[in-house]
T-cell receptor
Framework: AQSVTQLGSHVSVSEGALVLLRCNYSSSVPPYLFWYVQYPNQGLQLLLKYTTGATLVKGINGFEAEFKKSETSFHLTKPSAHMSDAAEYFCAVFGTSYGKLTFGQGTILTVHP | GAVVSQHPSRVICKSGTSVKIECRSLDFQATTMFWYRQFPKQSLMLMATSNEGSKATYEQGVEKDKFLINHASLTLSTLTVTSAHPEDSSFYIC????????????FGPGTRLTVT
C-alpha cells in the first residue's frame, strides 16, 4: 500500500519569506515522488519529481524538494515566496508495483504582501 | 510537448441526462489514461485507468455502469457520466502517460461538471 500525508491544509507566508510545505509518504516499494501545483479551476502542473539519484531535486519557479528516506519525507521549499506562488500544492507518490499515483490532501498556500 | 486537453472545460446538465467528457493527448500517443475526480477543497481521487483498446479498470467504489470510459484510440479517452445527479457535480481531471511502465503522467486542465 502507499499513502501520502501533507501536514497543514493551509500555509500562509509573507511575500519574500521562506515557503515550506511538508509531505510524508508511506510505500512498500522504493517510491517515485512528485509535487504538483494547481491553480483555481485548472489541472495539475508538475513542479518537480524524485525518481533516483540526487536526493535534492530542483523544479520550476524556484522550488526544490529533498527526499529523505530515513524520515520518509519529501518536503517542498522555496527560499522567497512570490505572490504568484499562491495556489494549492499536492504531493504524490507513485509505486512502481501499483502503477498508480496517490495524492496527498493538498496544501493551500497563501502569500500576503 | 506532452499536452493533454479536455473538452468541455465546463458543462451544466440537468439531472437524469448523460454528459460526455473528452480527454486528448495532443502531441503524443497515450497508452494509458487515467480519470480522477476532485471534490471542492479535496484531493484527486483516481476513478479508473484505461488502456487503449481494452476495458477500463475501475477503483473500488466507482460505479462502472455510471461512469463509462472508452479509450478507443491512442490519443482519445472519453468519460460519460450517465443519468447524472447533483452529487455527480465535481471537477473531473484526466491524465495520460506515454508508455507502459512509464511513471510520468501529464494532466489535462479539468472539466467542471454541474448537475442541476
Amino acid at each position: 500500500a502507499q499513502s501520502v500525508t501533507q501536514l497543514g491544509s493551509h500555509v500562509s507566508v509573507s511575500e519574500g519569506a521562506l515557503v515550506l510545505l511538508r509531505c510524508n509518504y508511506s510505500s512498500s516499494v522504493p517510491p517515485y515522488l512528485f509535487w504538483y501545483v494547481q491553480y483555481p479551476n485548472q489541472g495539475l502542473q508538475l513542479l518537480l519529481k524524485y525518481t533516483t539519484g540526487a536526493t535534492l531535486v530542483k523544479g520550476i519557479n524556484g522550488f526544490e524538494a529533498e527526499f529523505k528516506k530515513s524520515e520518509t519525507s519529501f518536503h517542498l521549499t522555496k527560499p522567497s515566496a512570490h505572490m504568484s506562488d499562491a495556489a494549492e500544492y499536492f504531493c504524490a507518490v507513485f509505486g512502481t508495483s501499483y502503477g498508480k499515483l496517490t495524492f496527498g490532501q493538498g496544501t493551500i498556500l497563501t502569500v500576503h504582501p | 510537448g506532452a499536452v493533454v486537453s479536455q473538452h468541455p472545460s465546463r458543462v451544466i446538465c440537468k439531472s437524469g441526462t448523460s454528459v460526455k467528457i473528452e480527454c486528448r493527448s495532443l502531441d503524443f500517443q497515450a497508452t494509458t489514461m487515467f480519470w480522477y475526480r476532485q471534490f471542492p477543497k479535496q484531493s484527486l481521487m483516481l476513478m479508473a485507468t484505461s488502456n487503449e483498446g481494452s476495458k477500463a479498470t475501475y477503483e473500488q467504489g466507482v460505479e462502472k455502469d455510471k461512469f463509462l470510459i472508452n479509450h478507443a484510440s491512442l490519443t482519445l479517452s472519453t468519460l460519460t457520466v450517465t443519468s447524472a445527479h447533483p452529487e455527480d457535480s465535481s471537477f473531473y481531471i484526466c491524465s495520460a502517460k506515454v508508455a507502459f511502465g512509464s511513471y510520468e503522467q501529464y494532466f489535462g486542465p479539468g472539466t467542471r461538471l454541474t448537475v442541476t
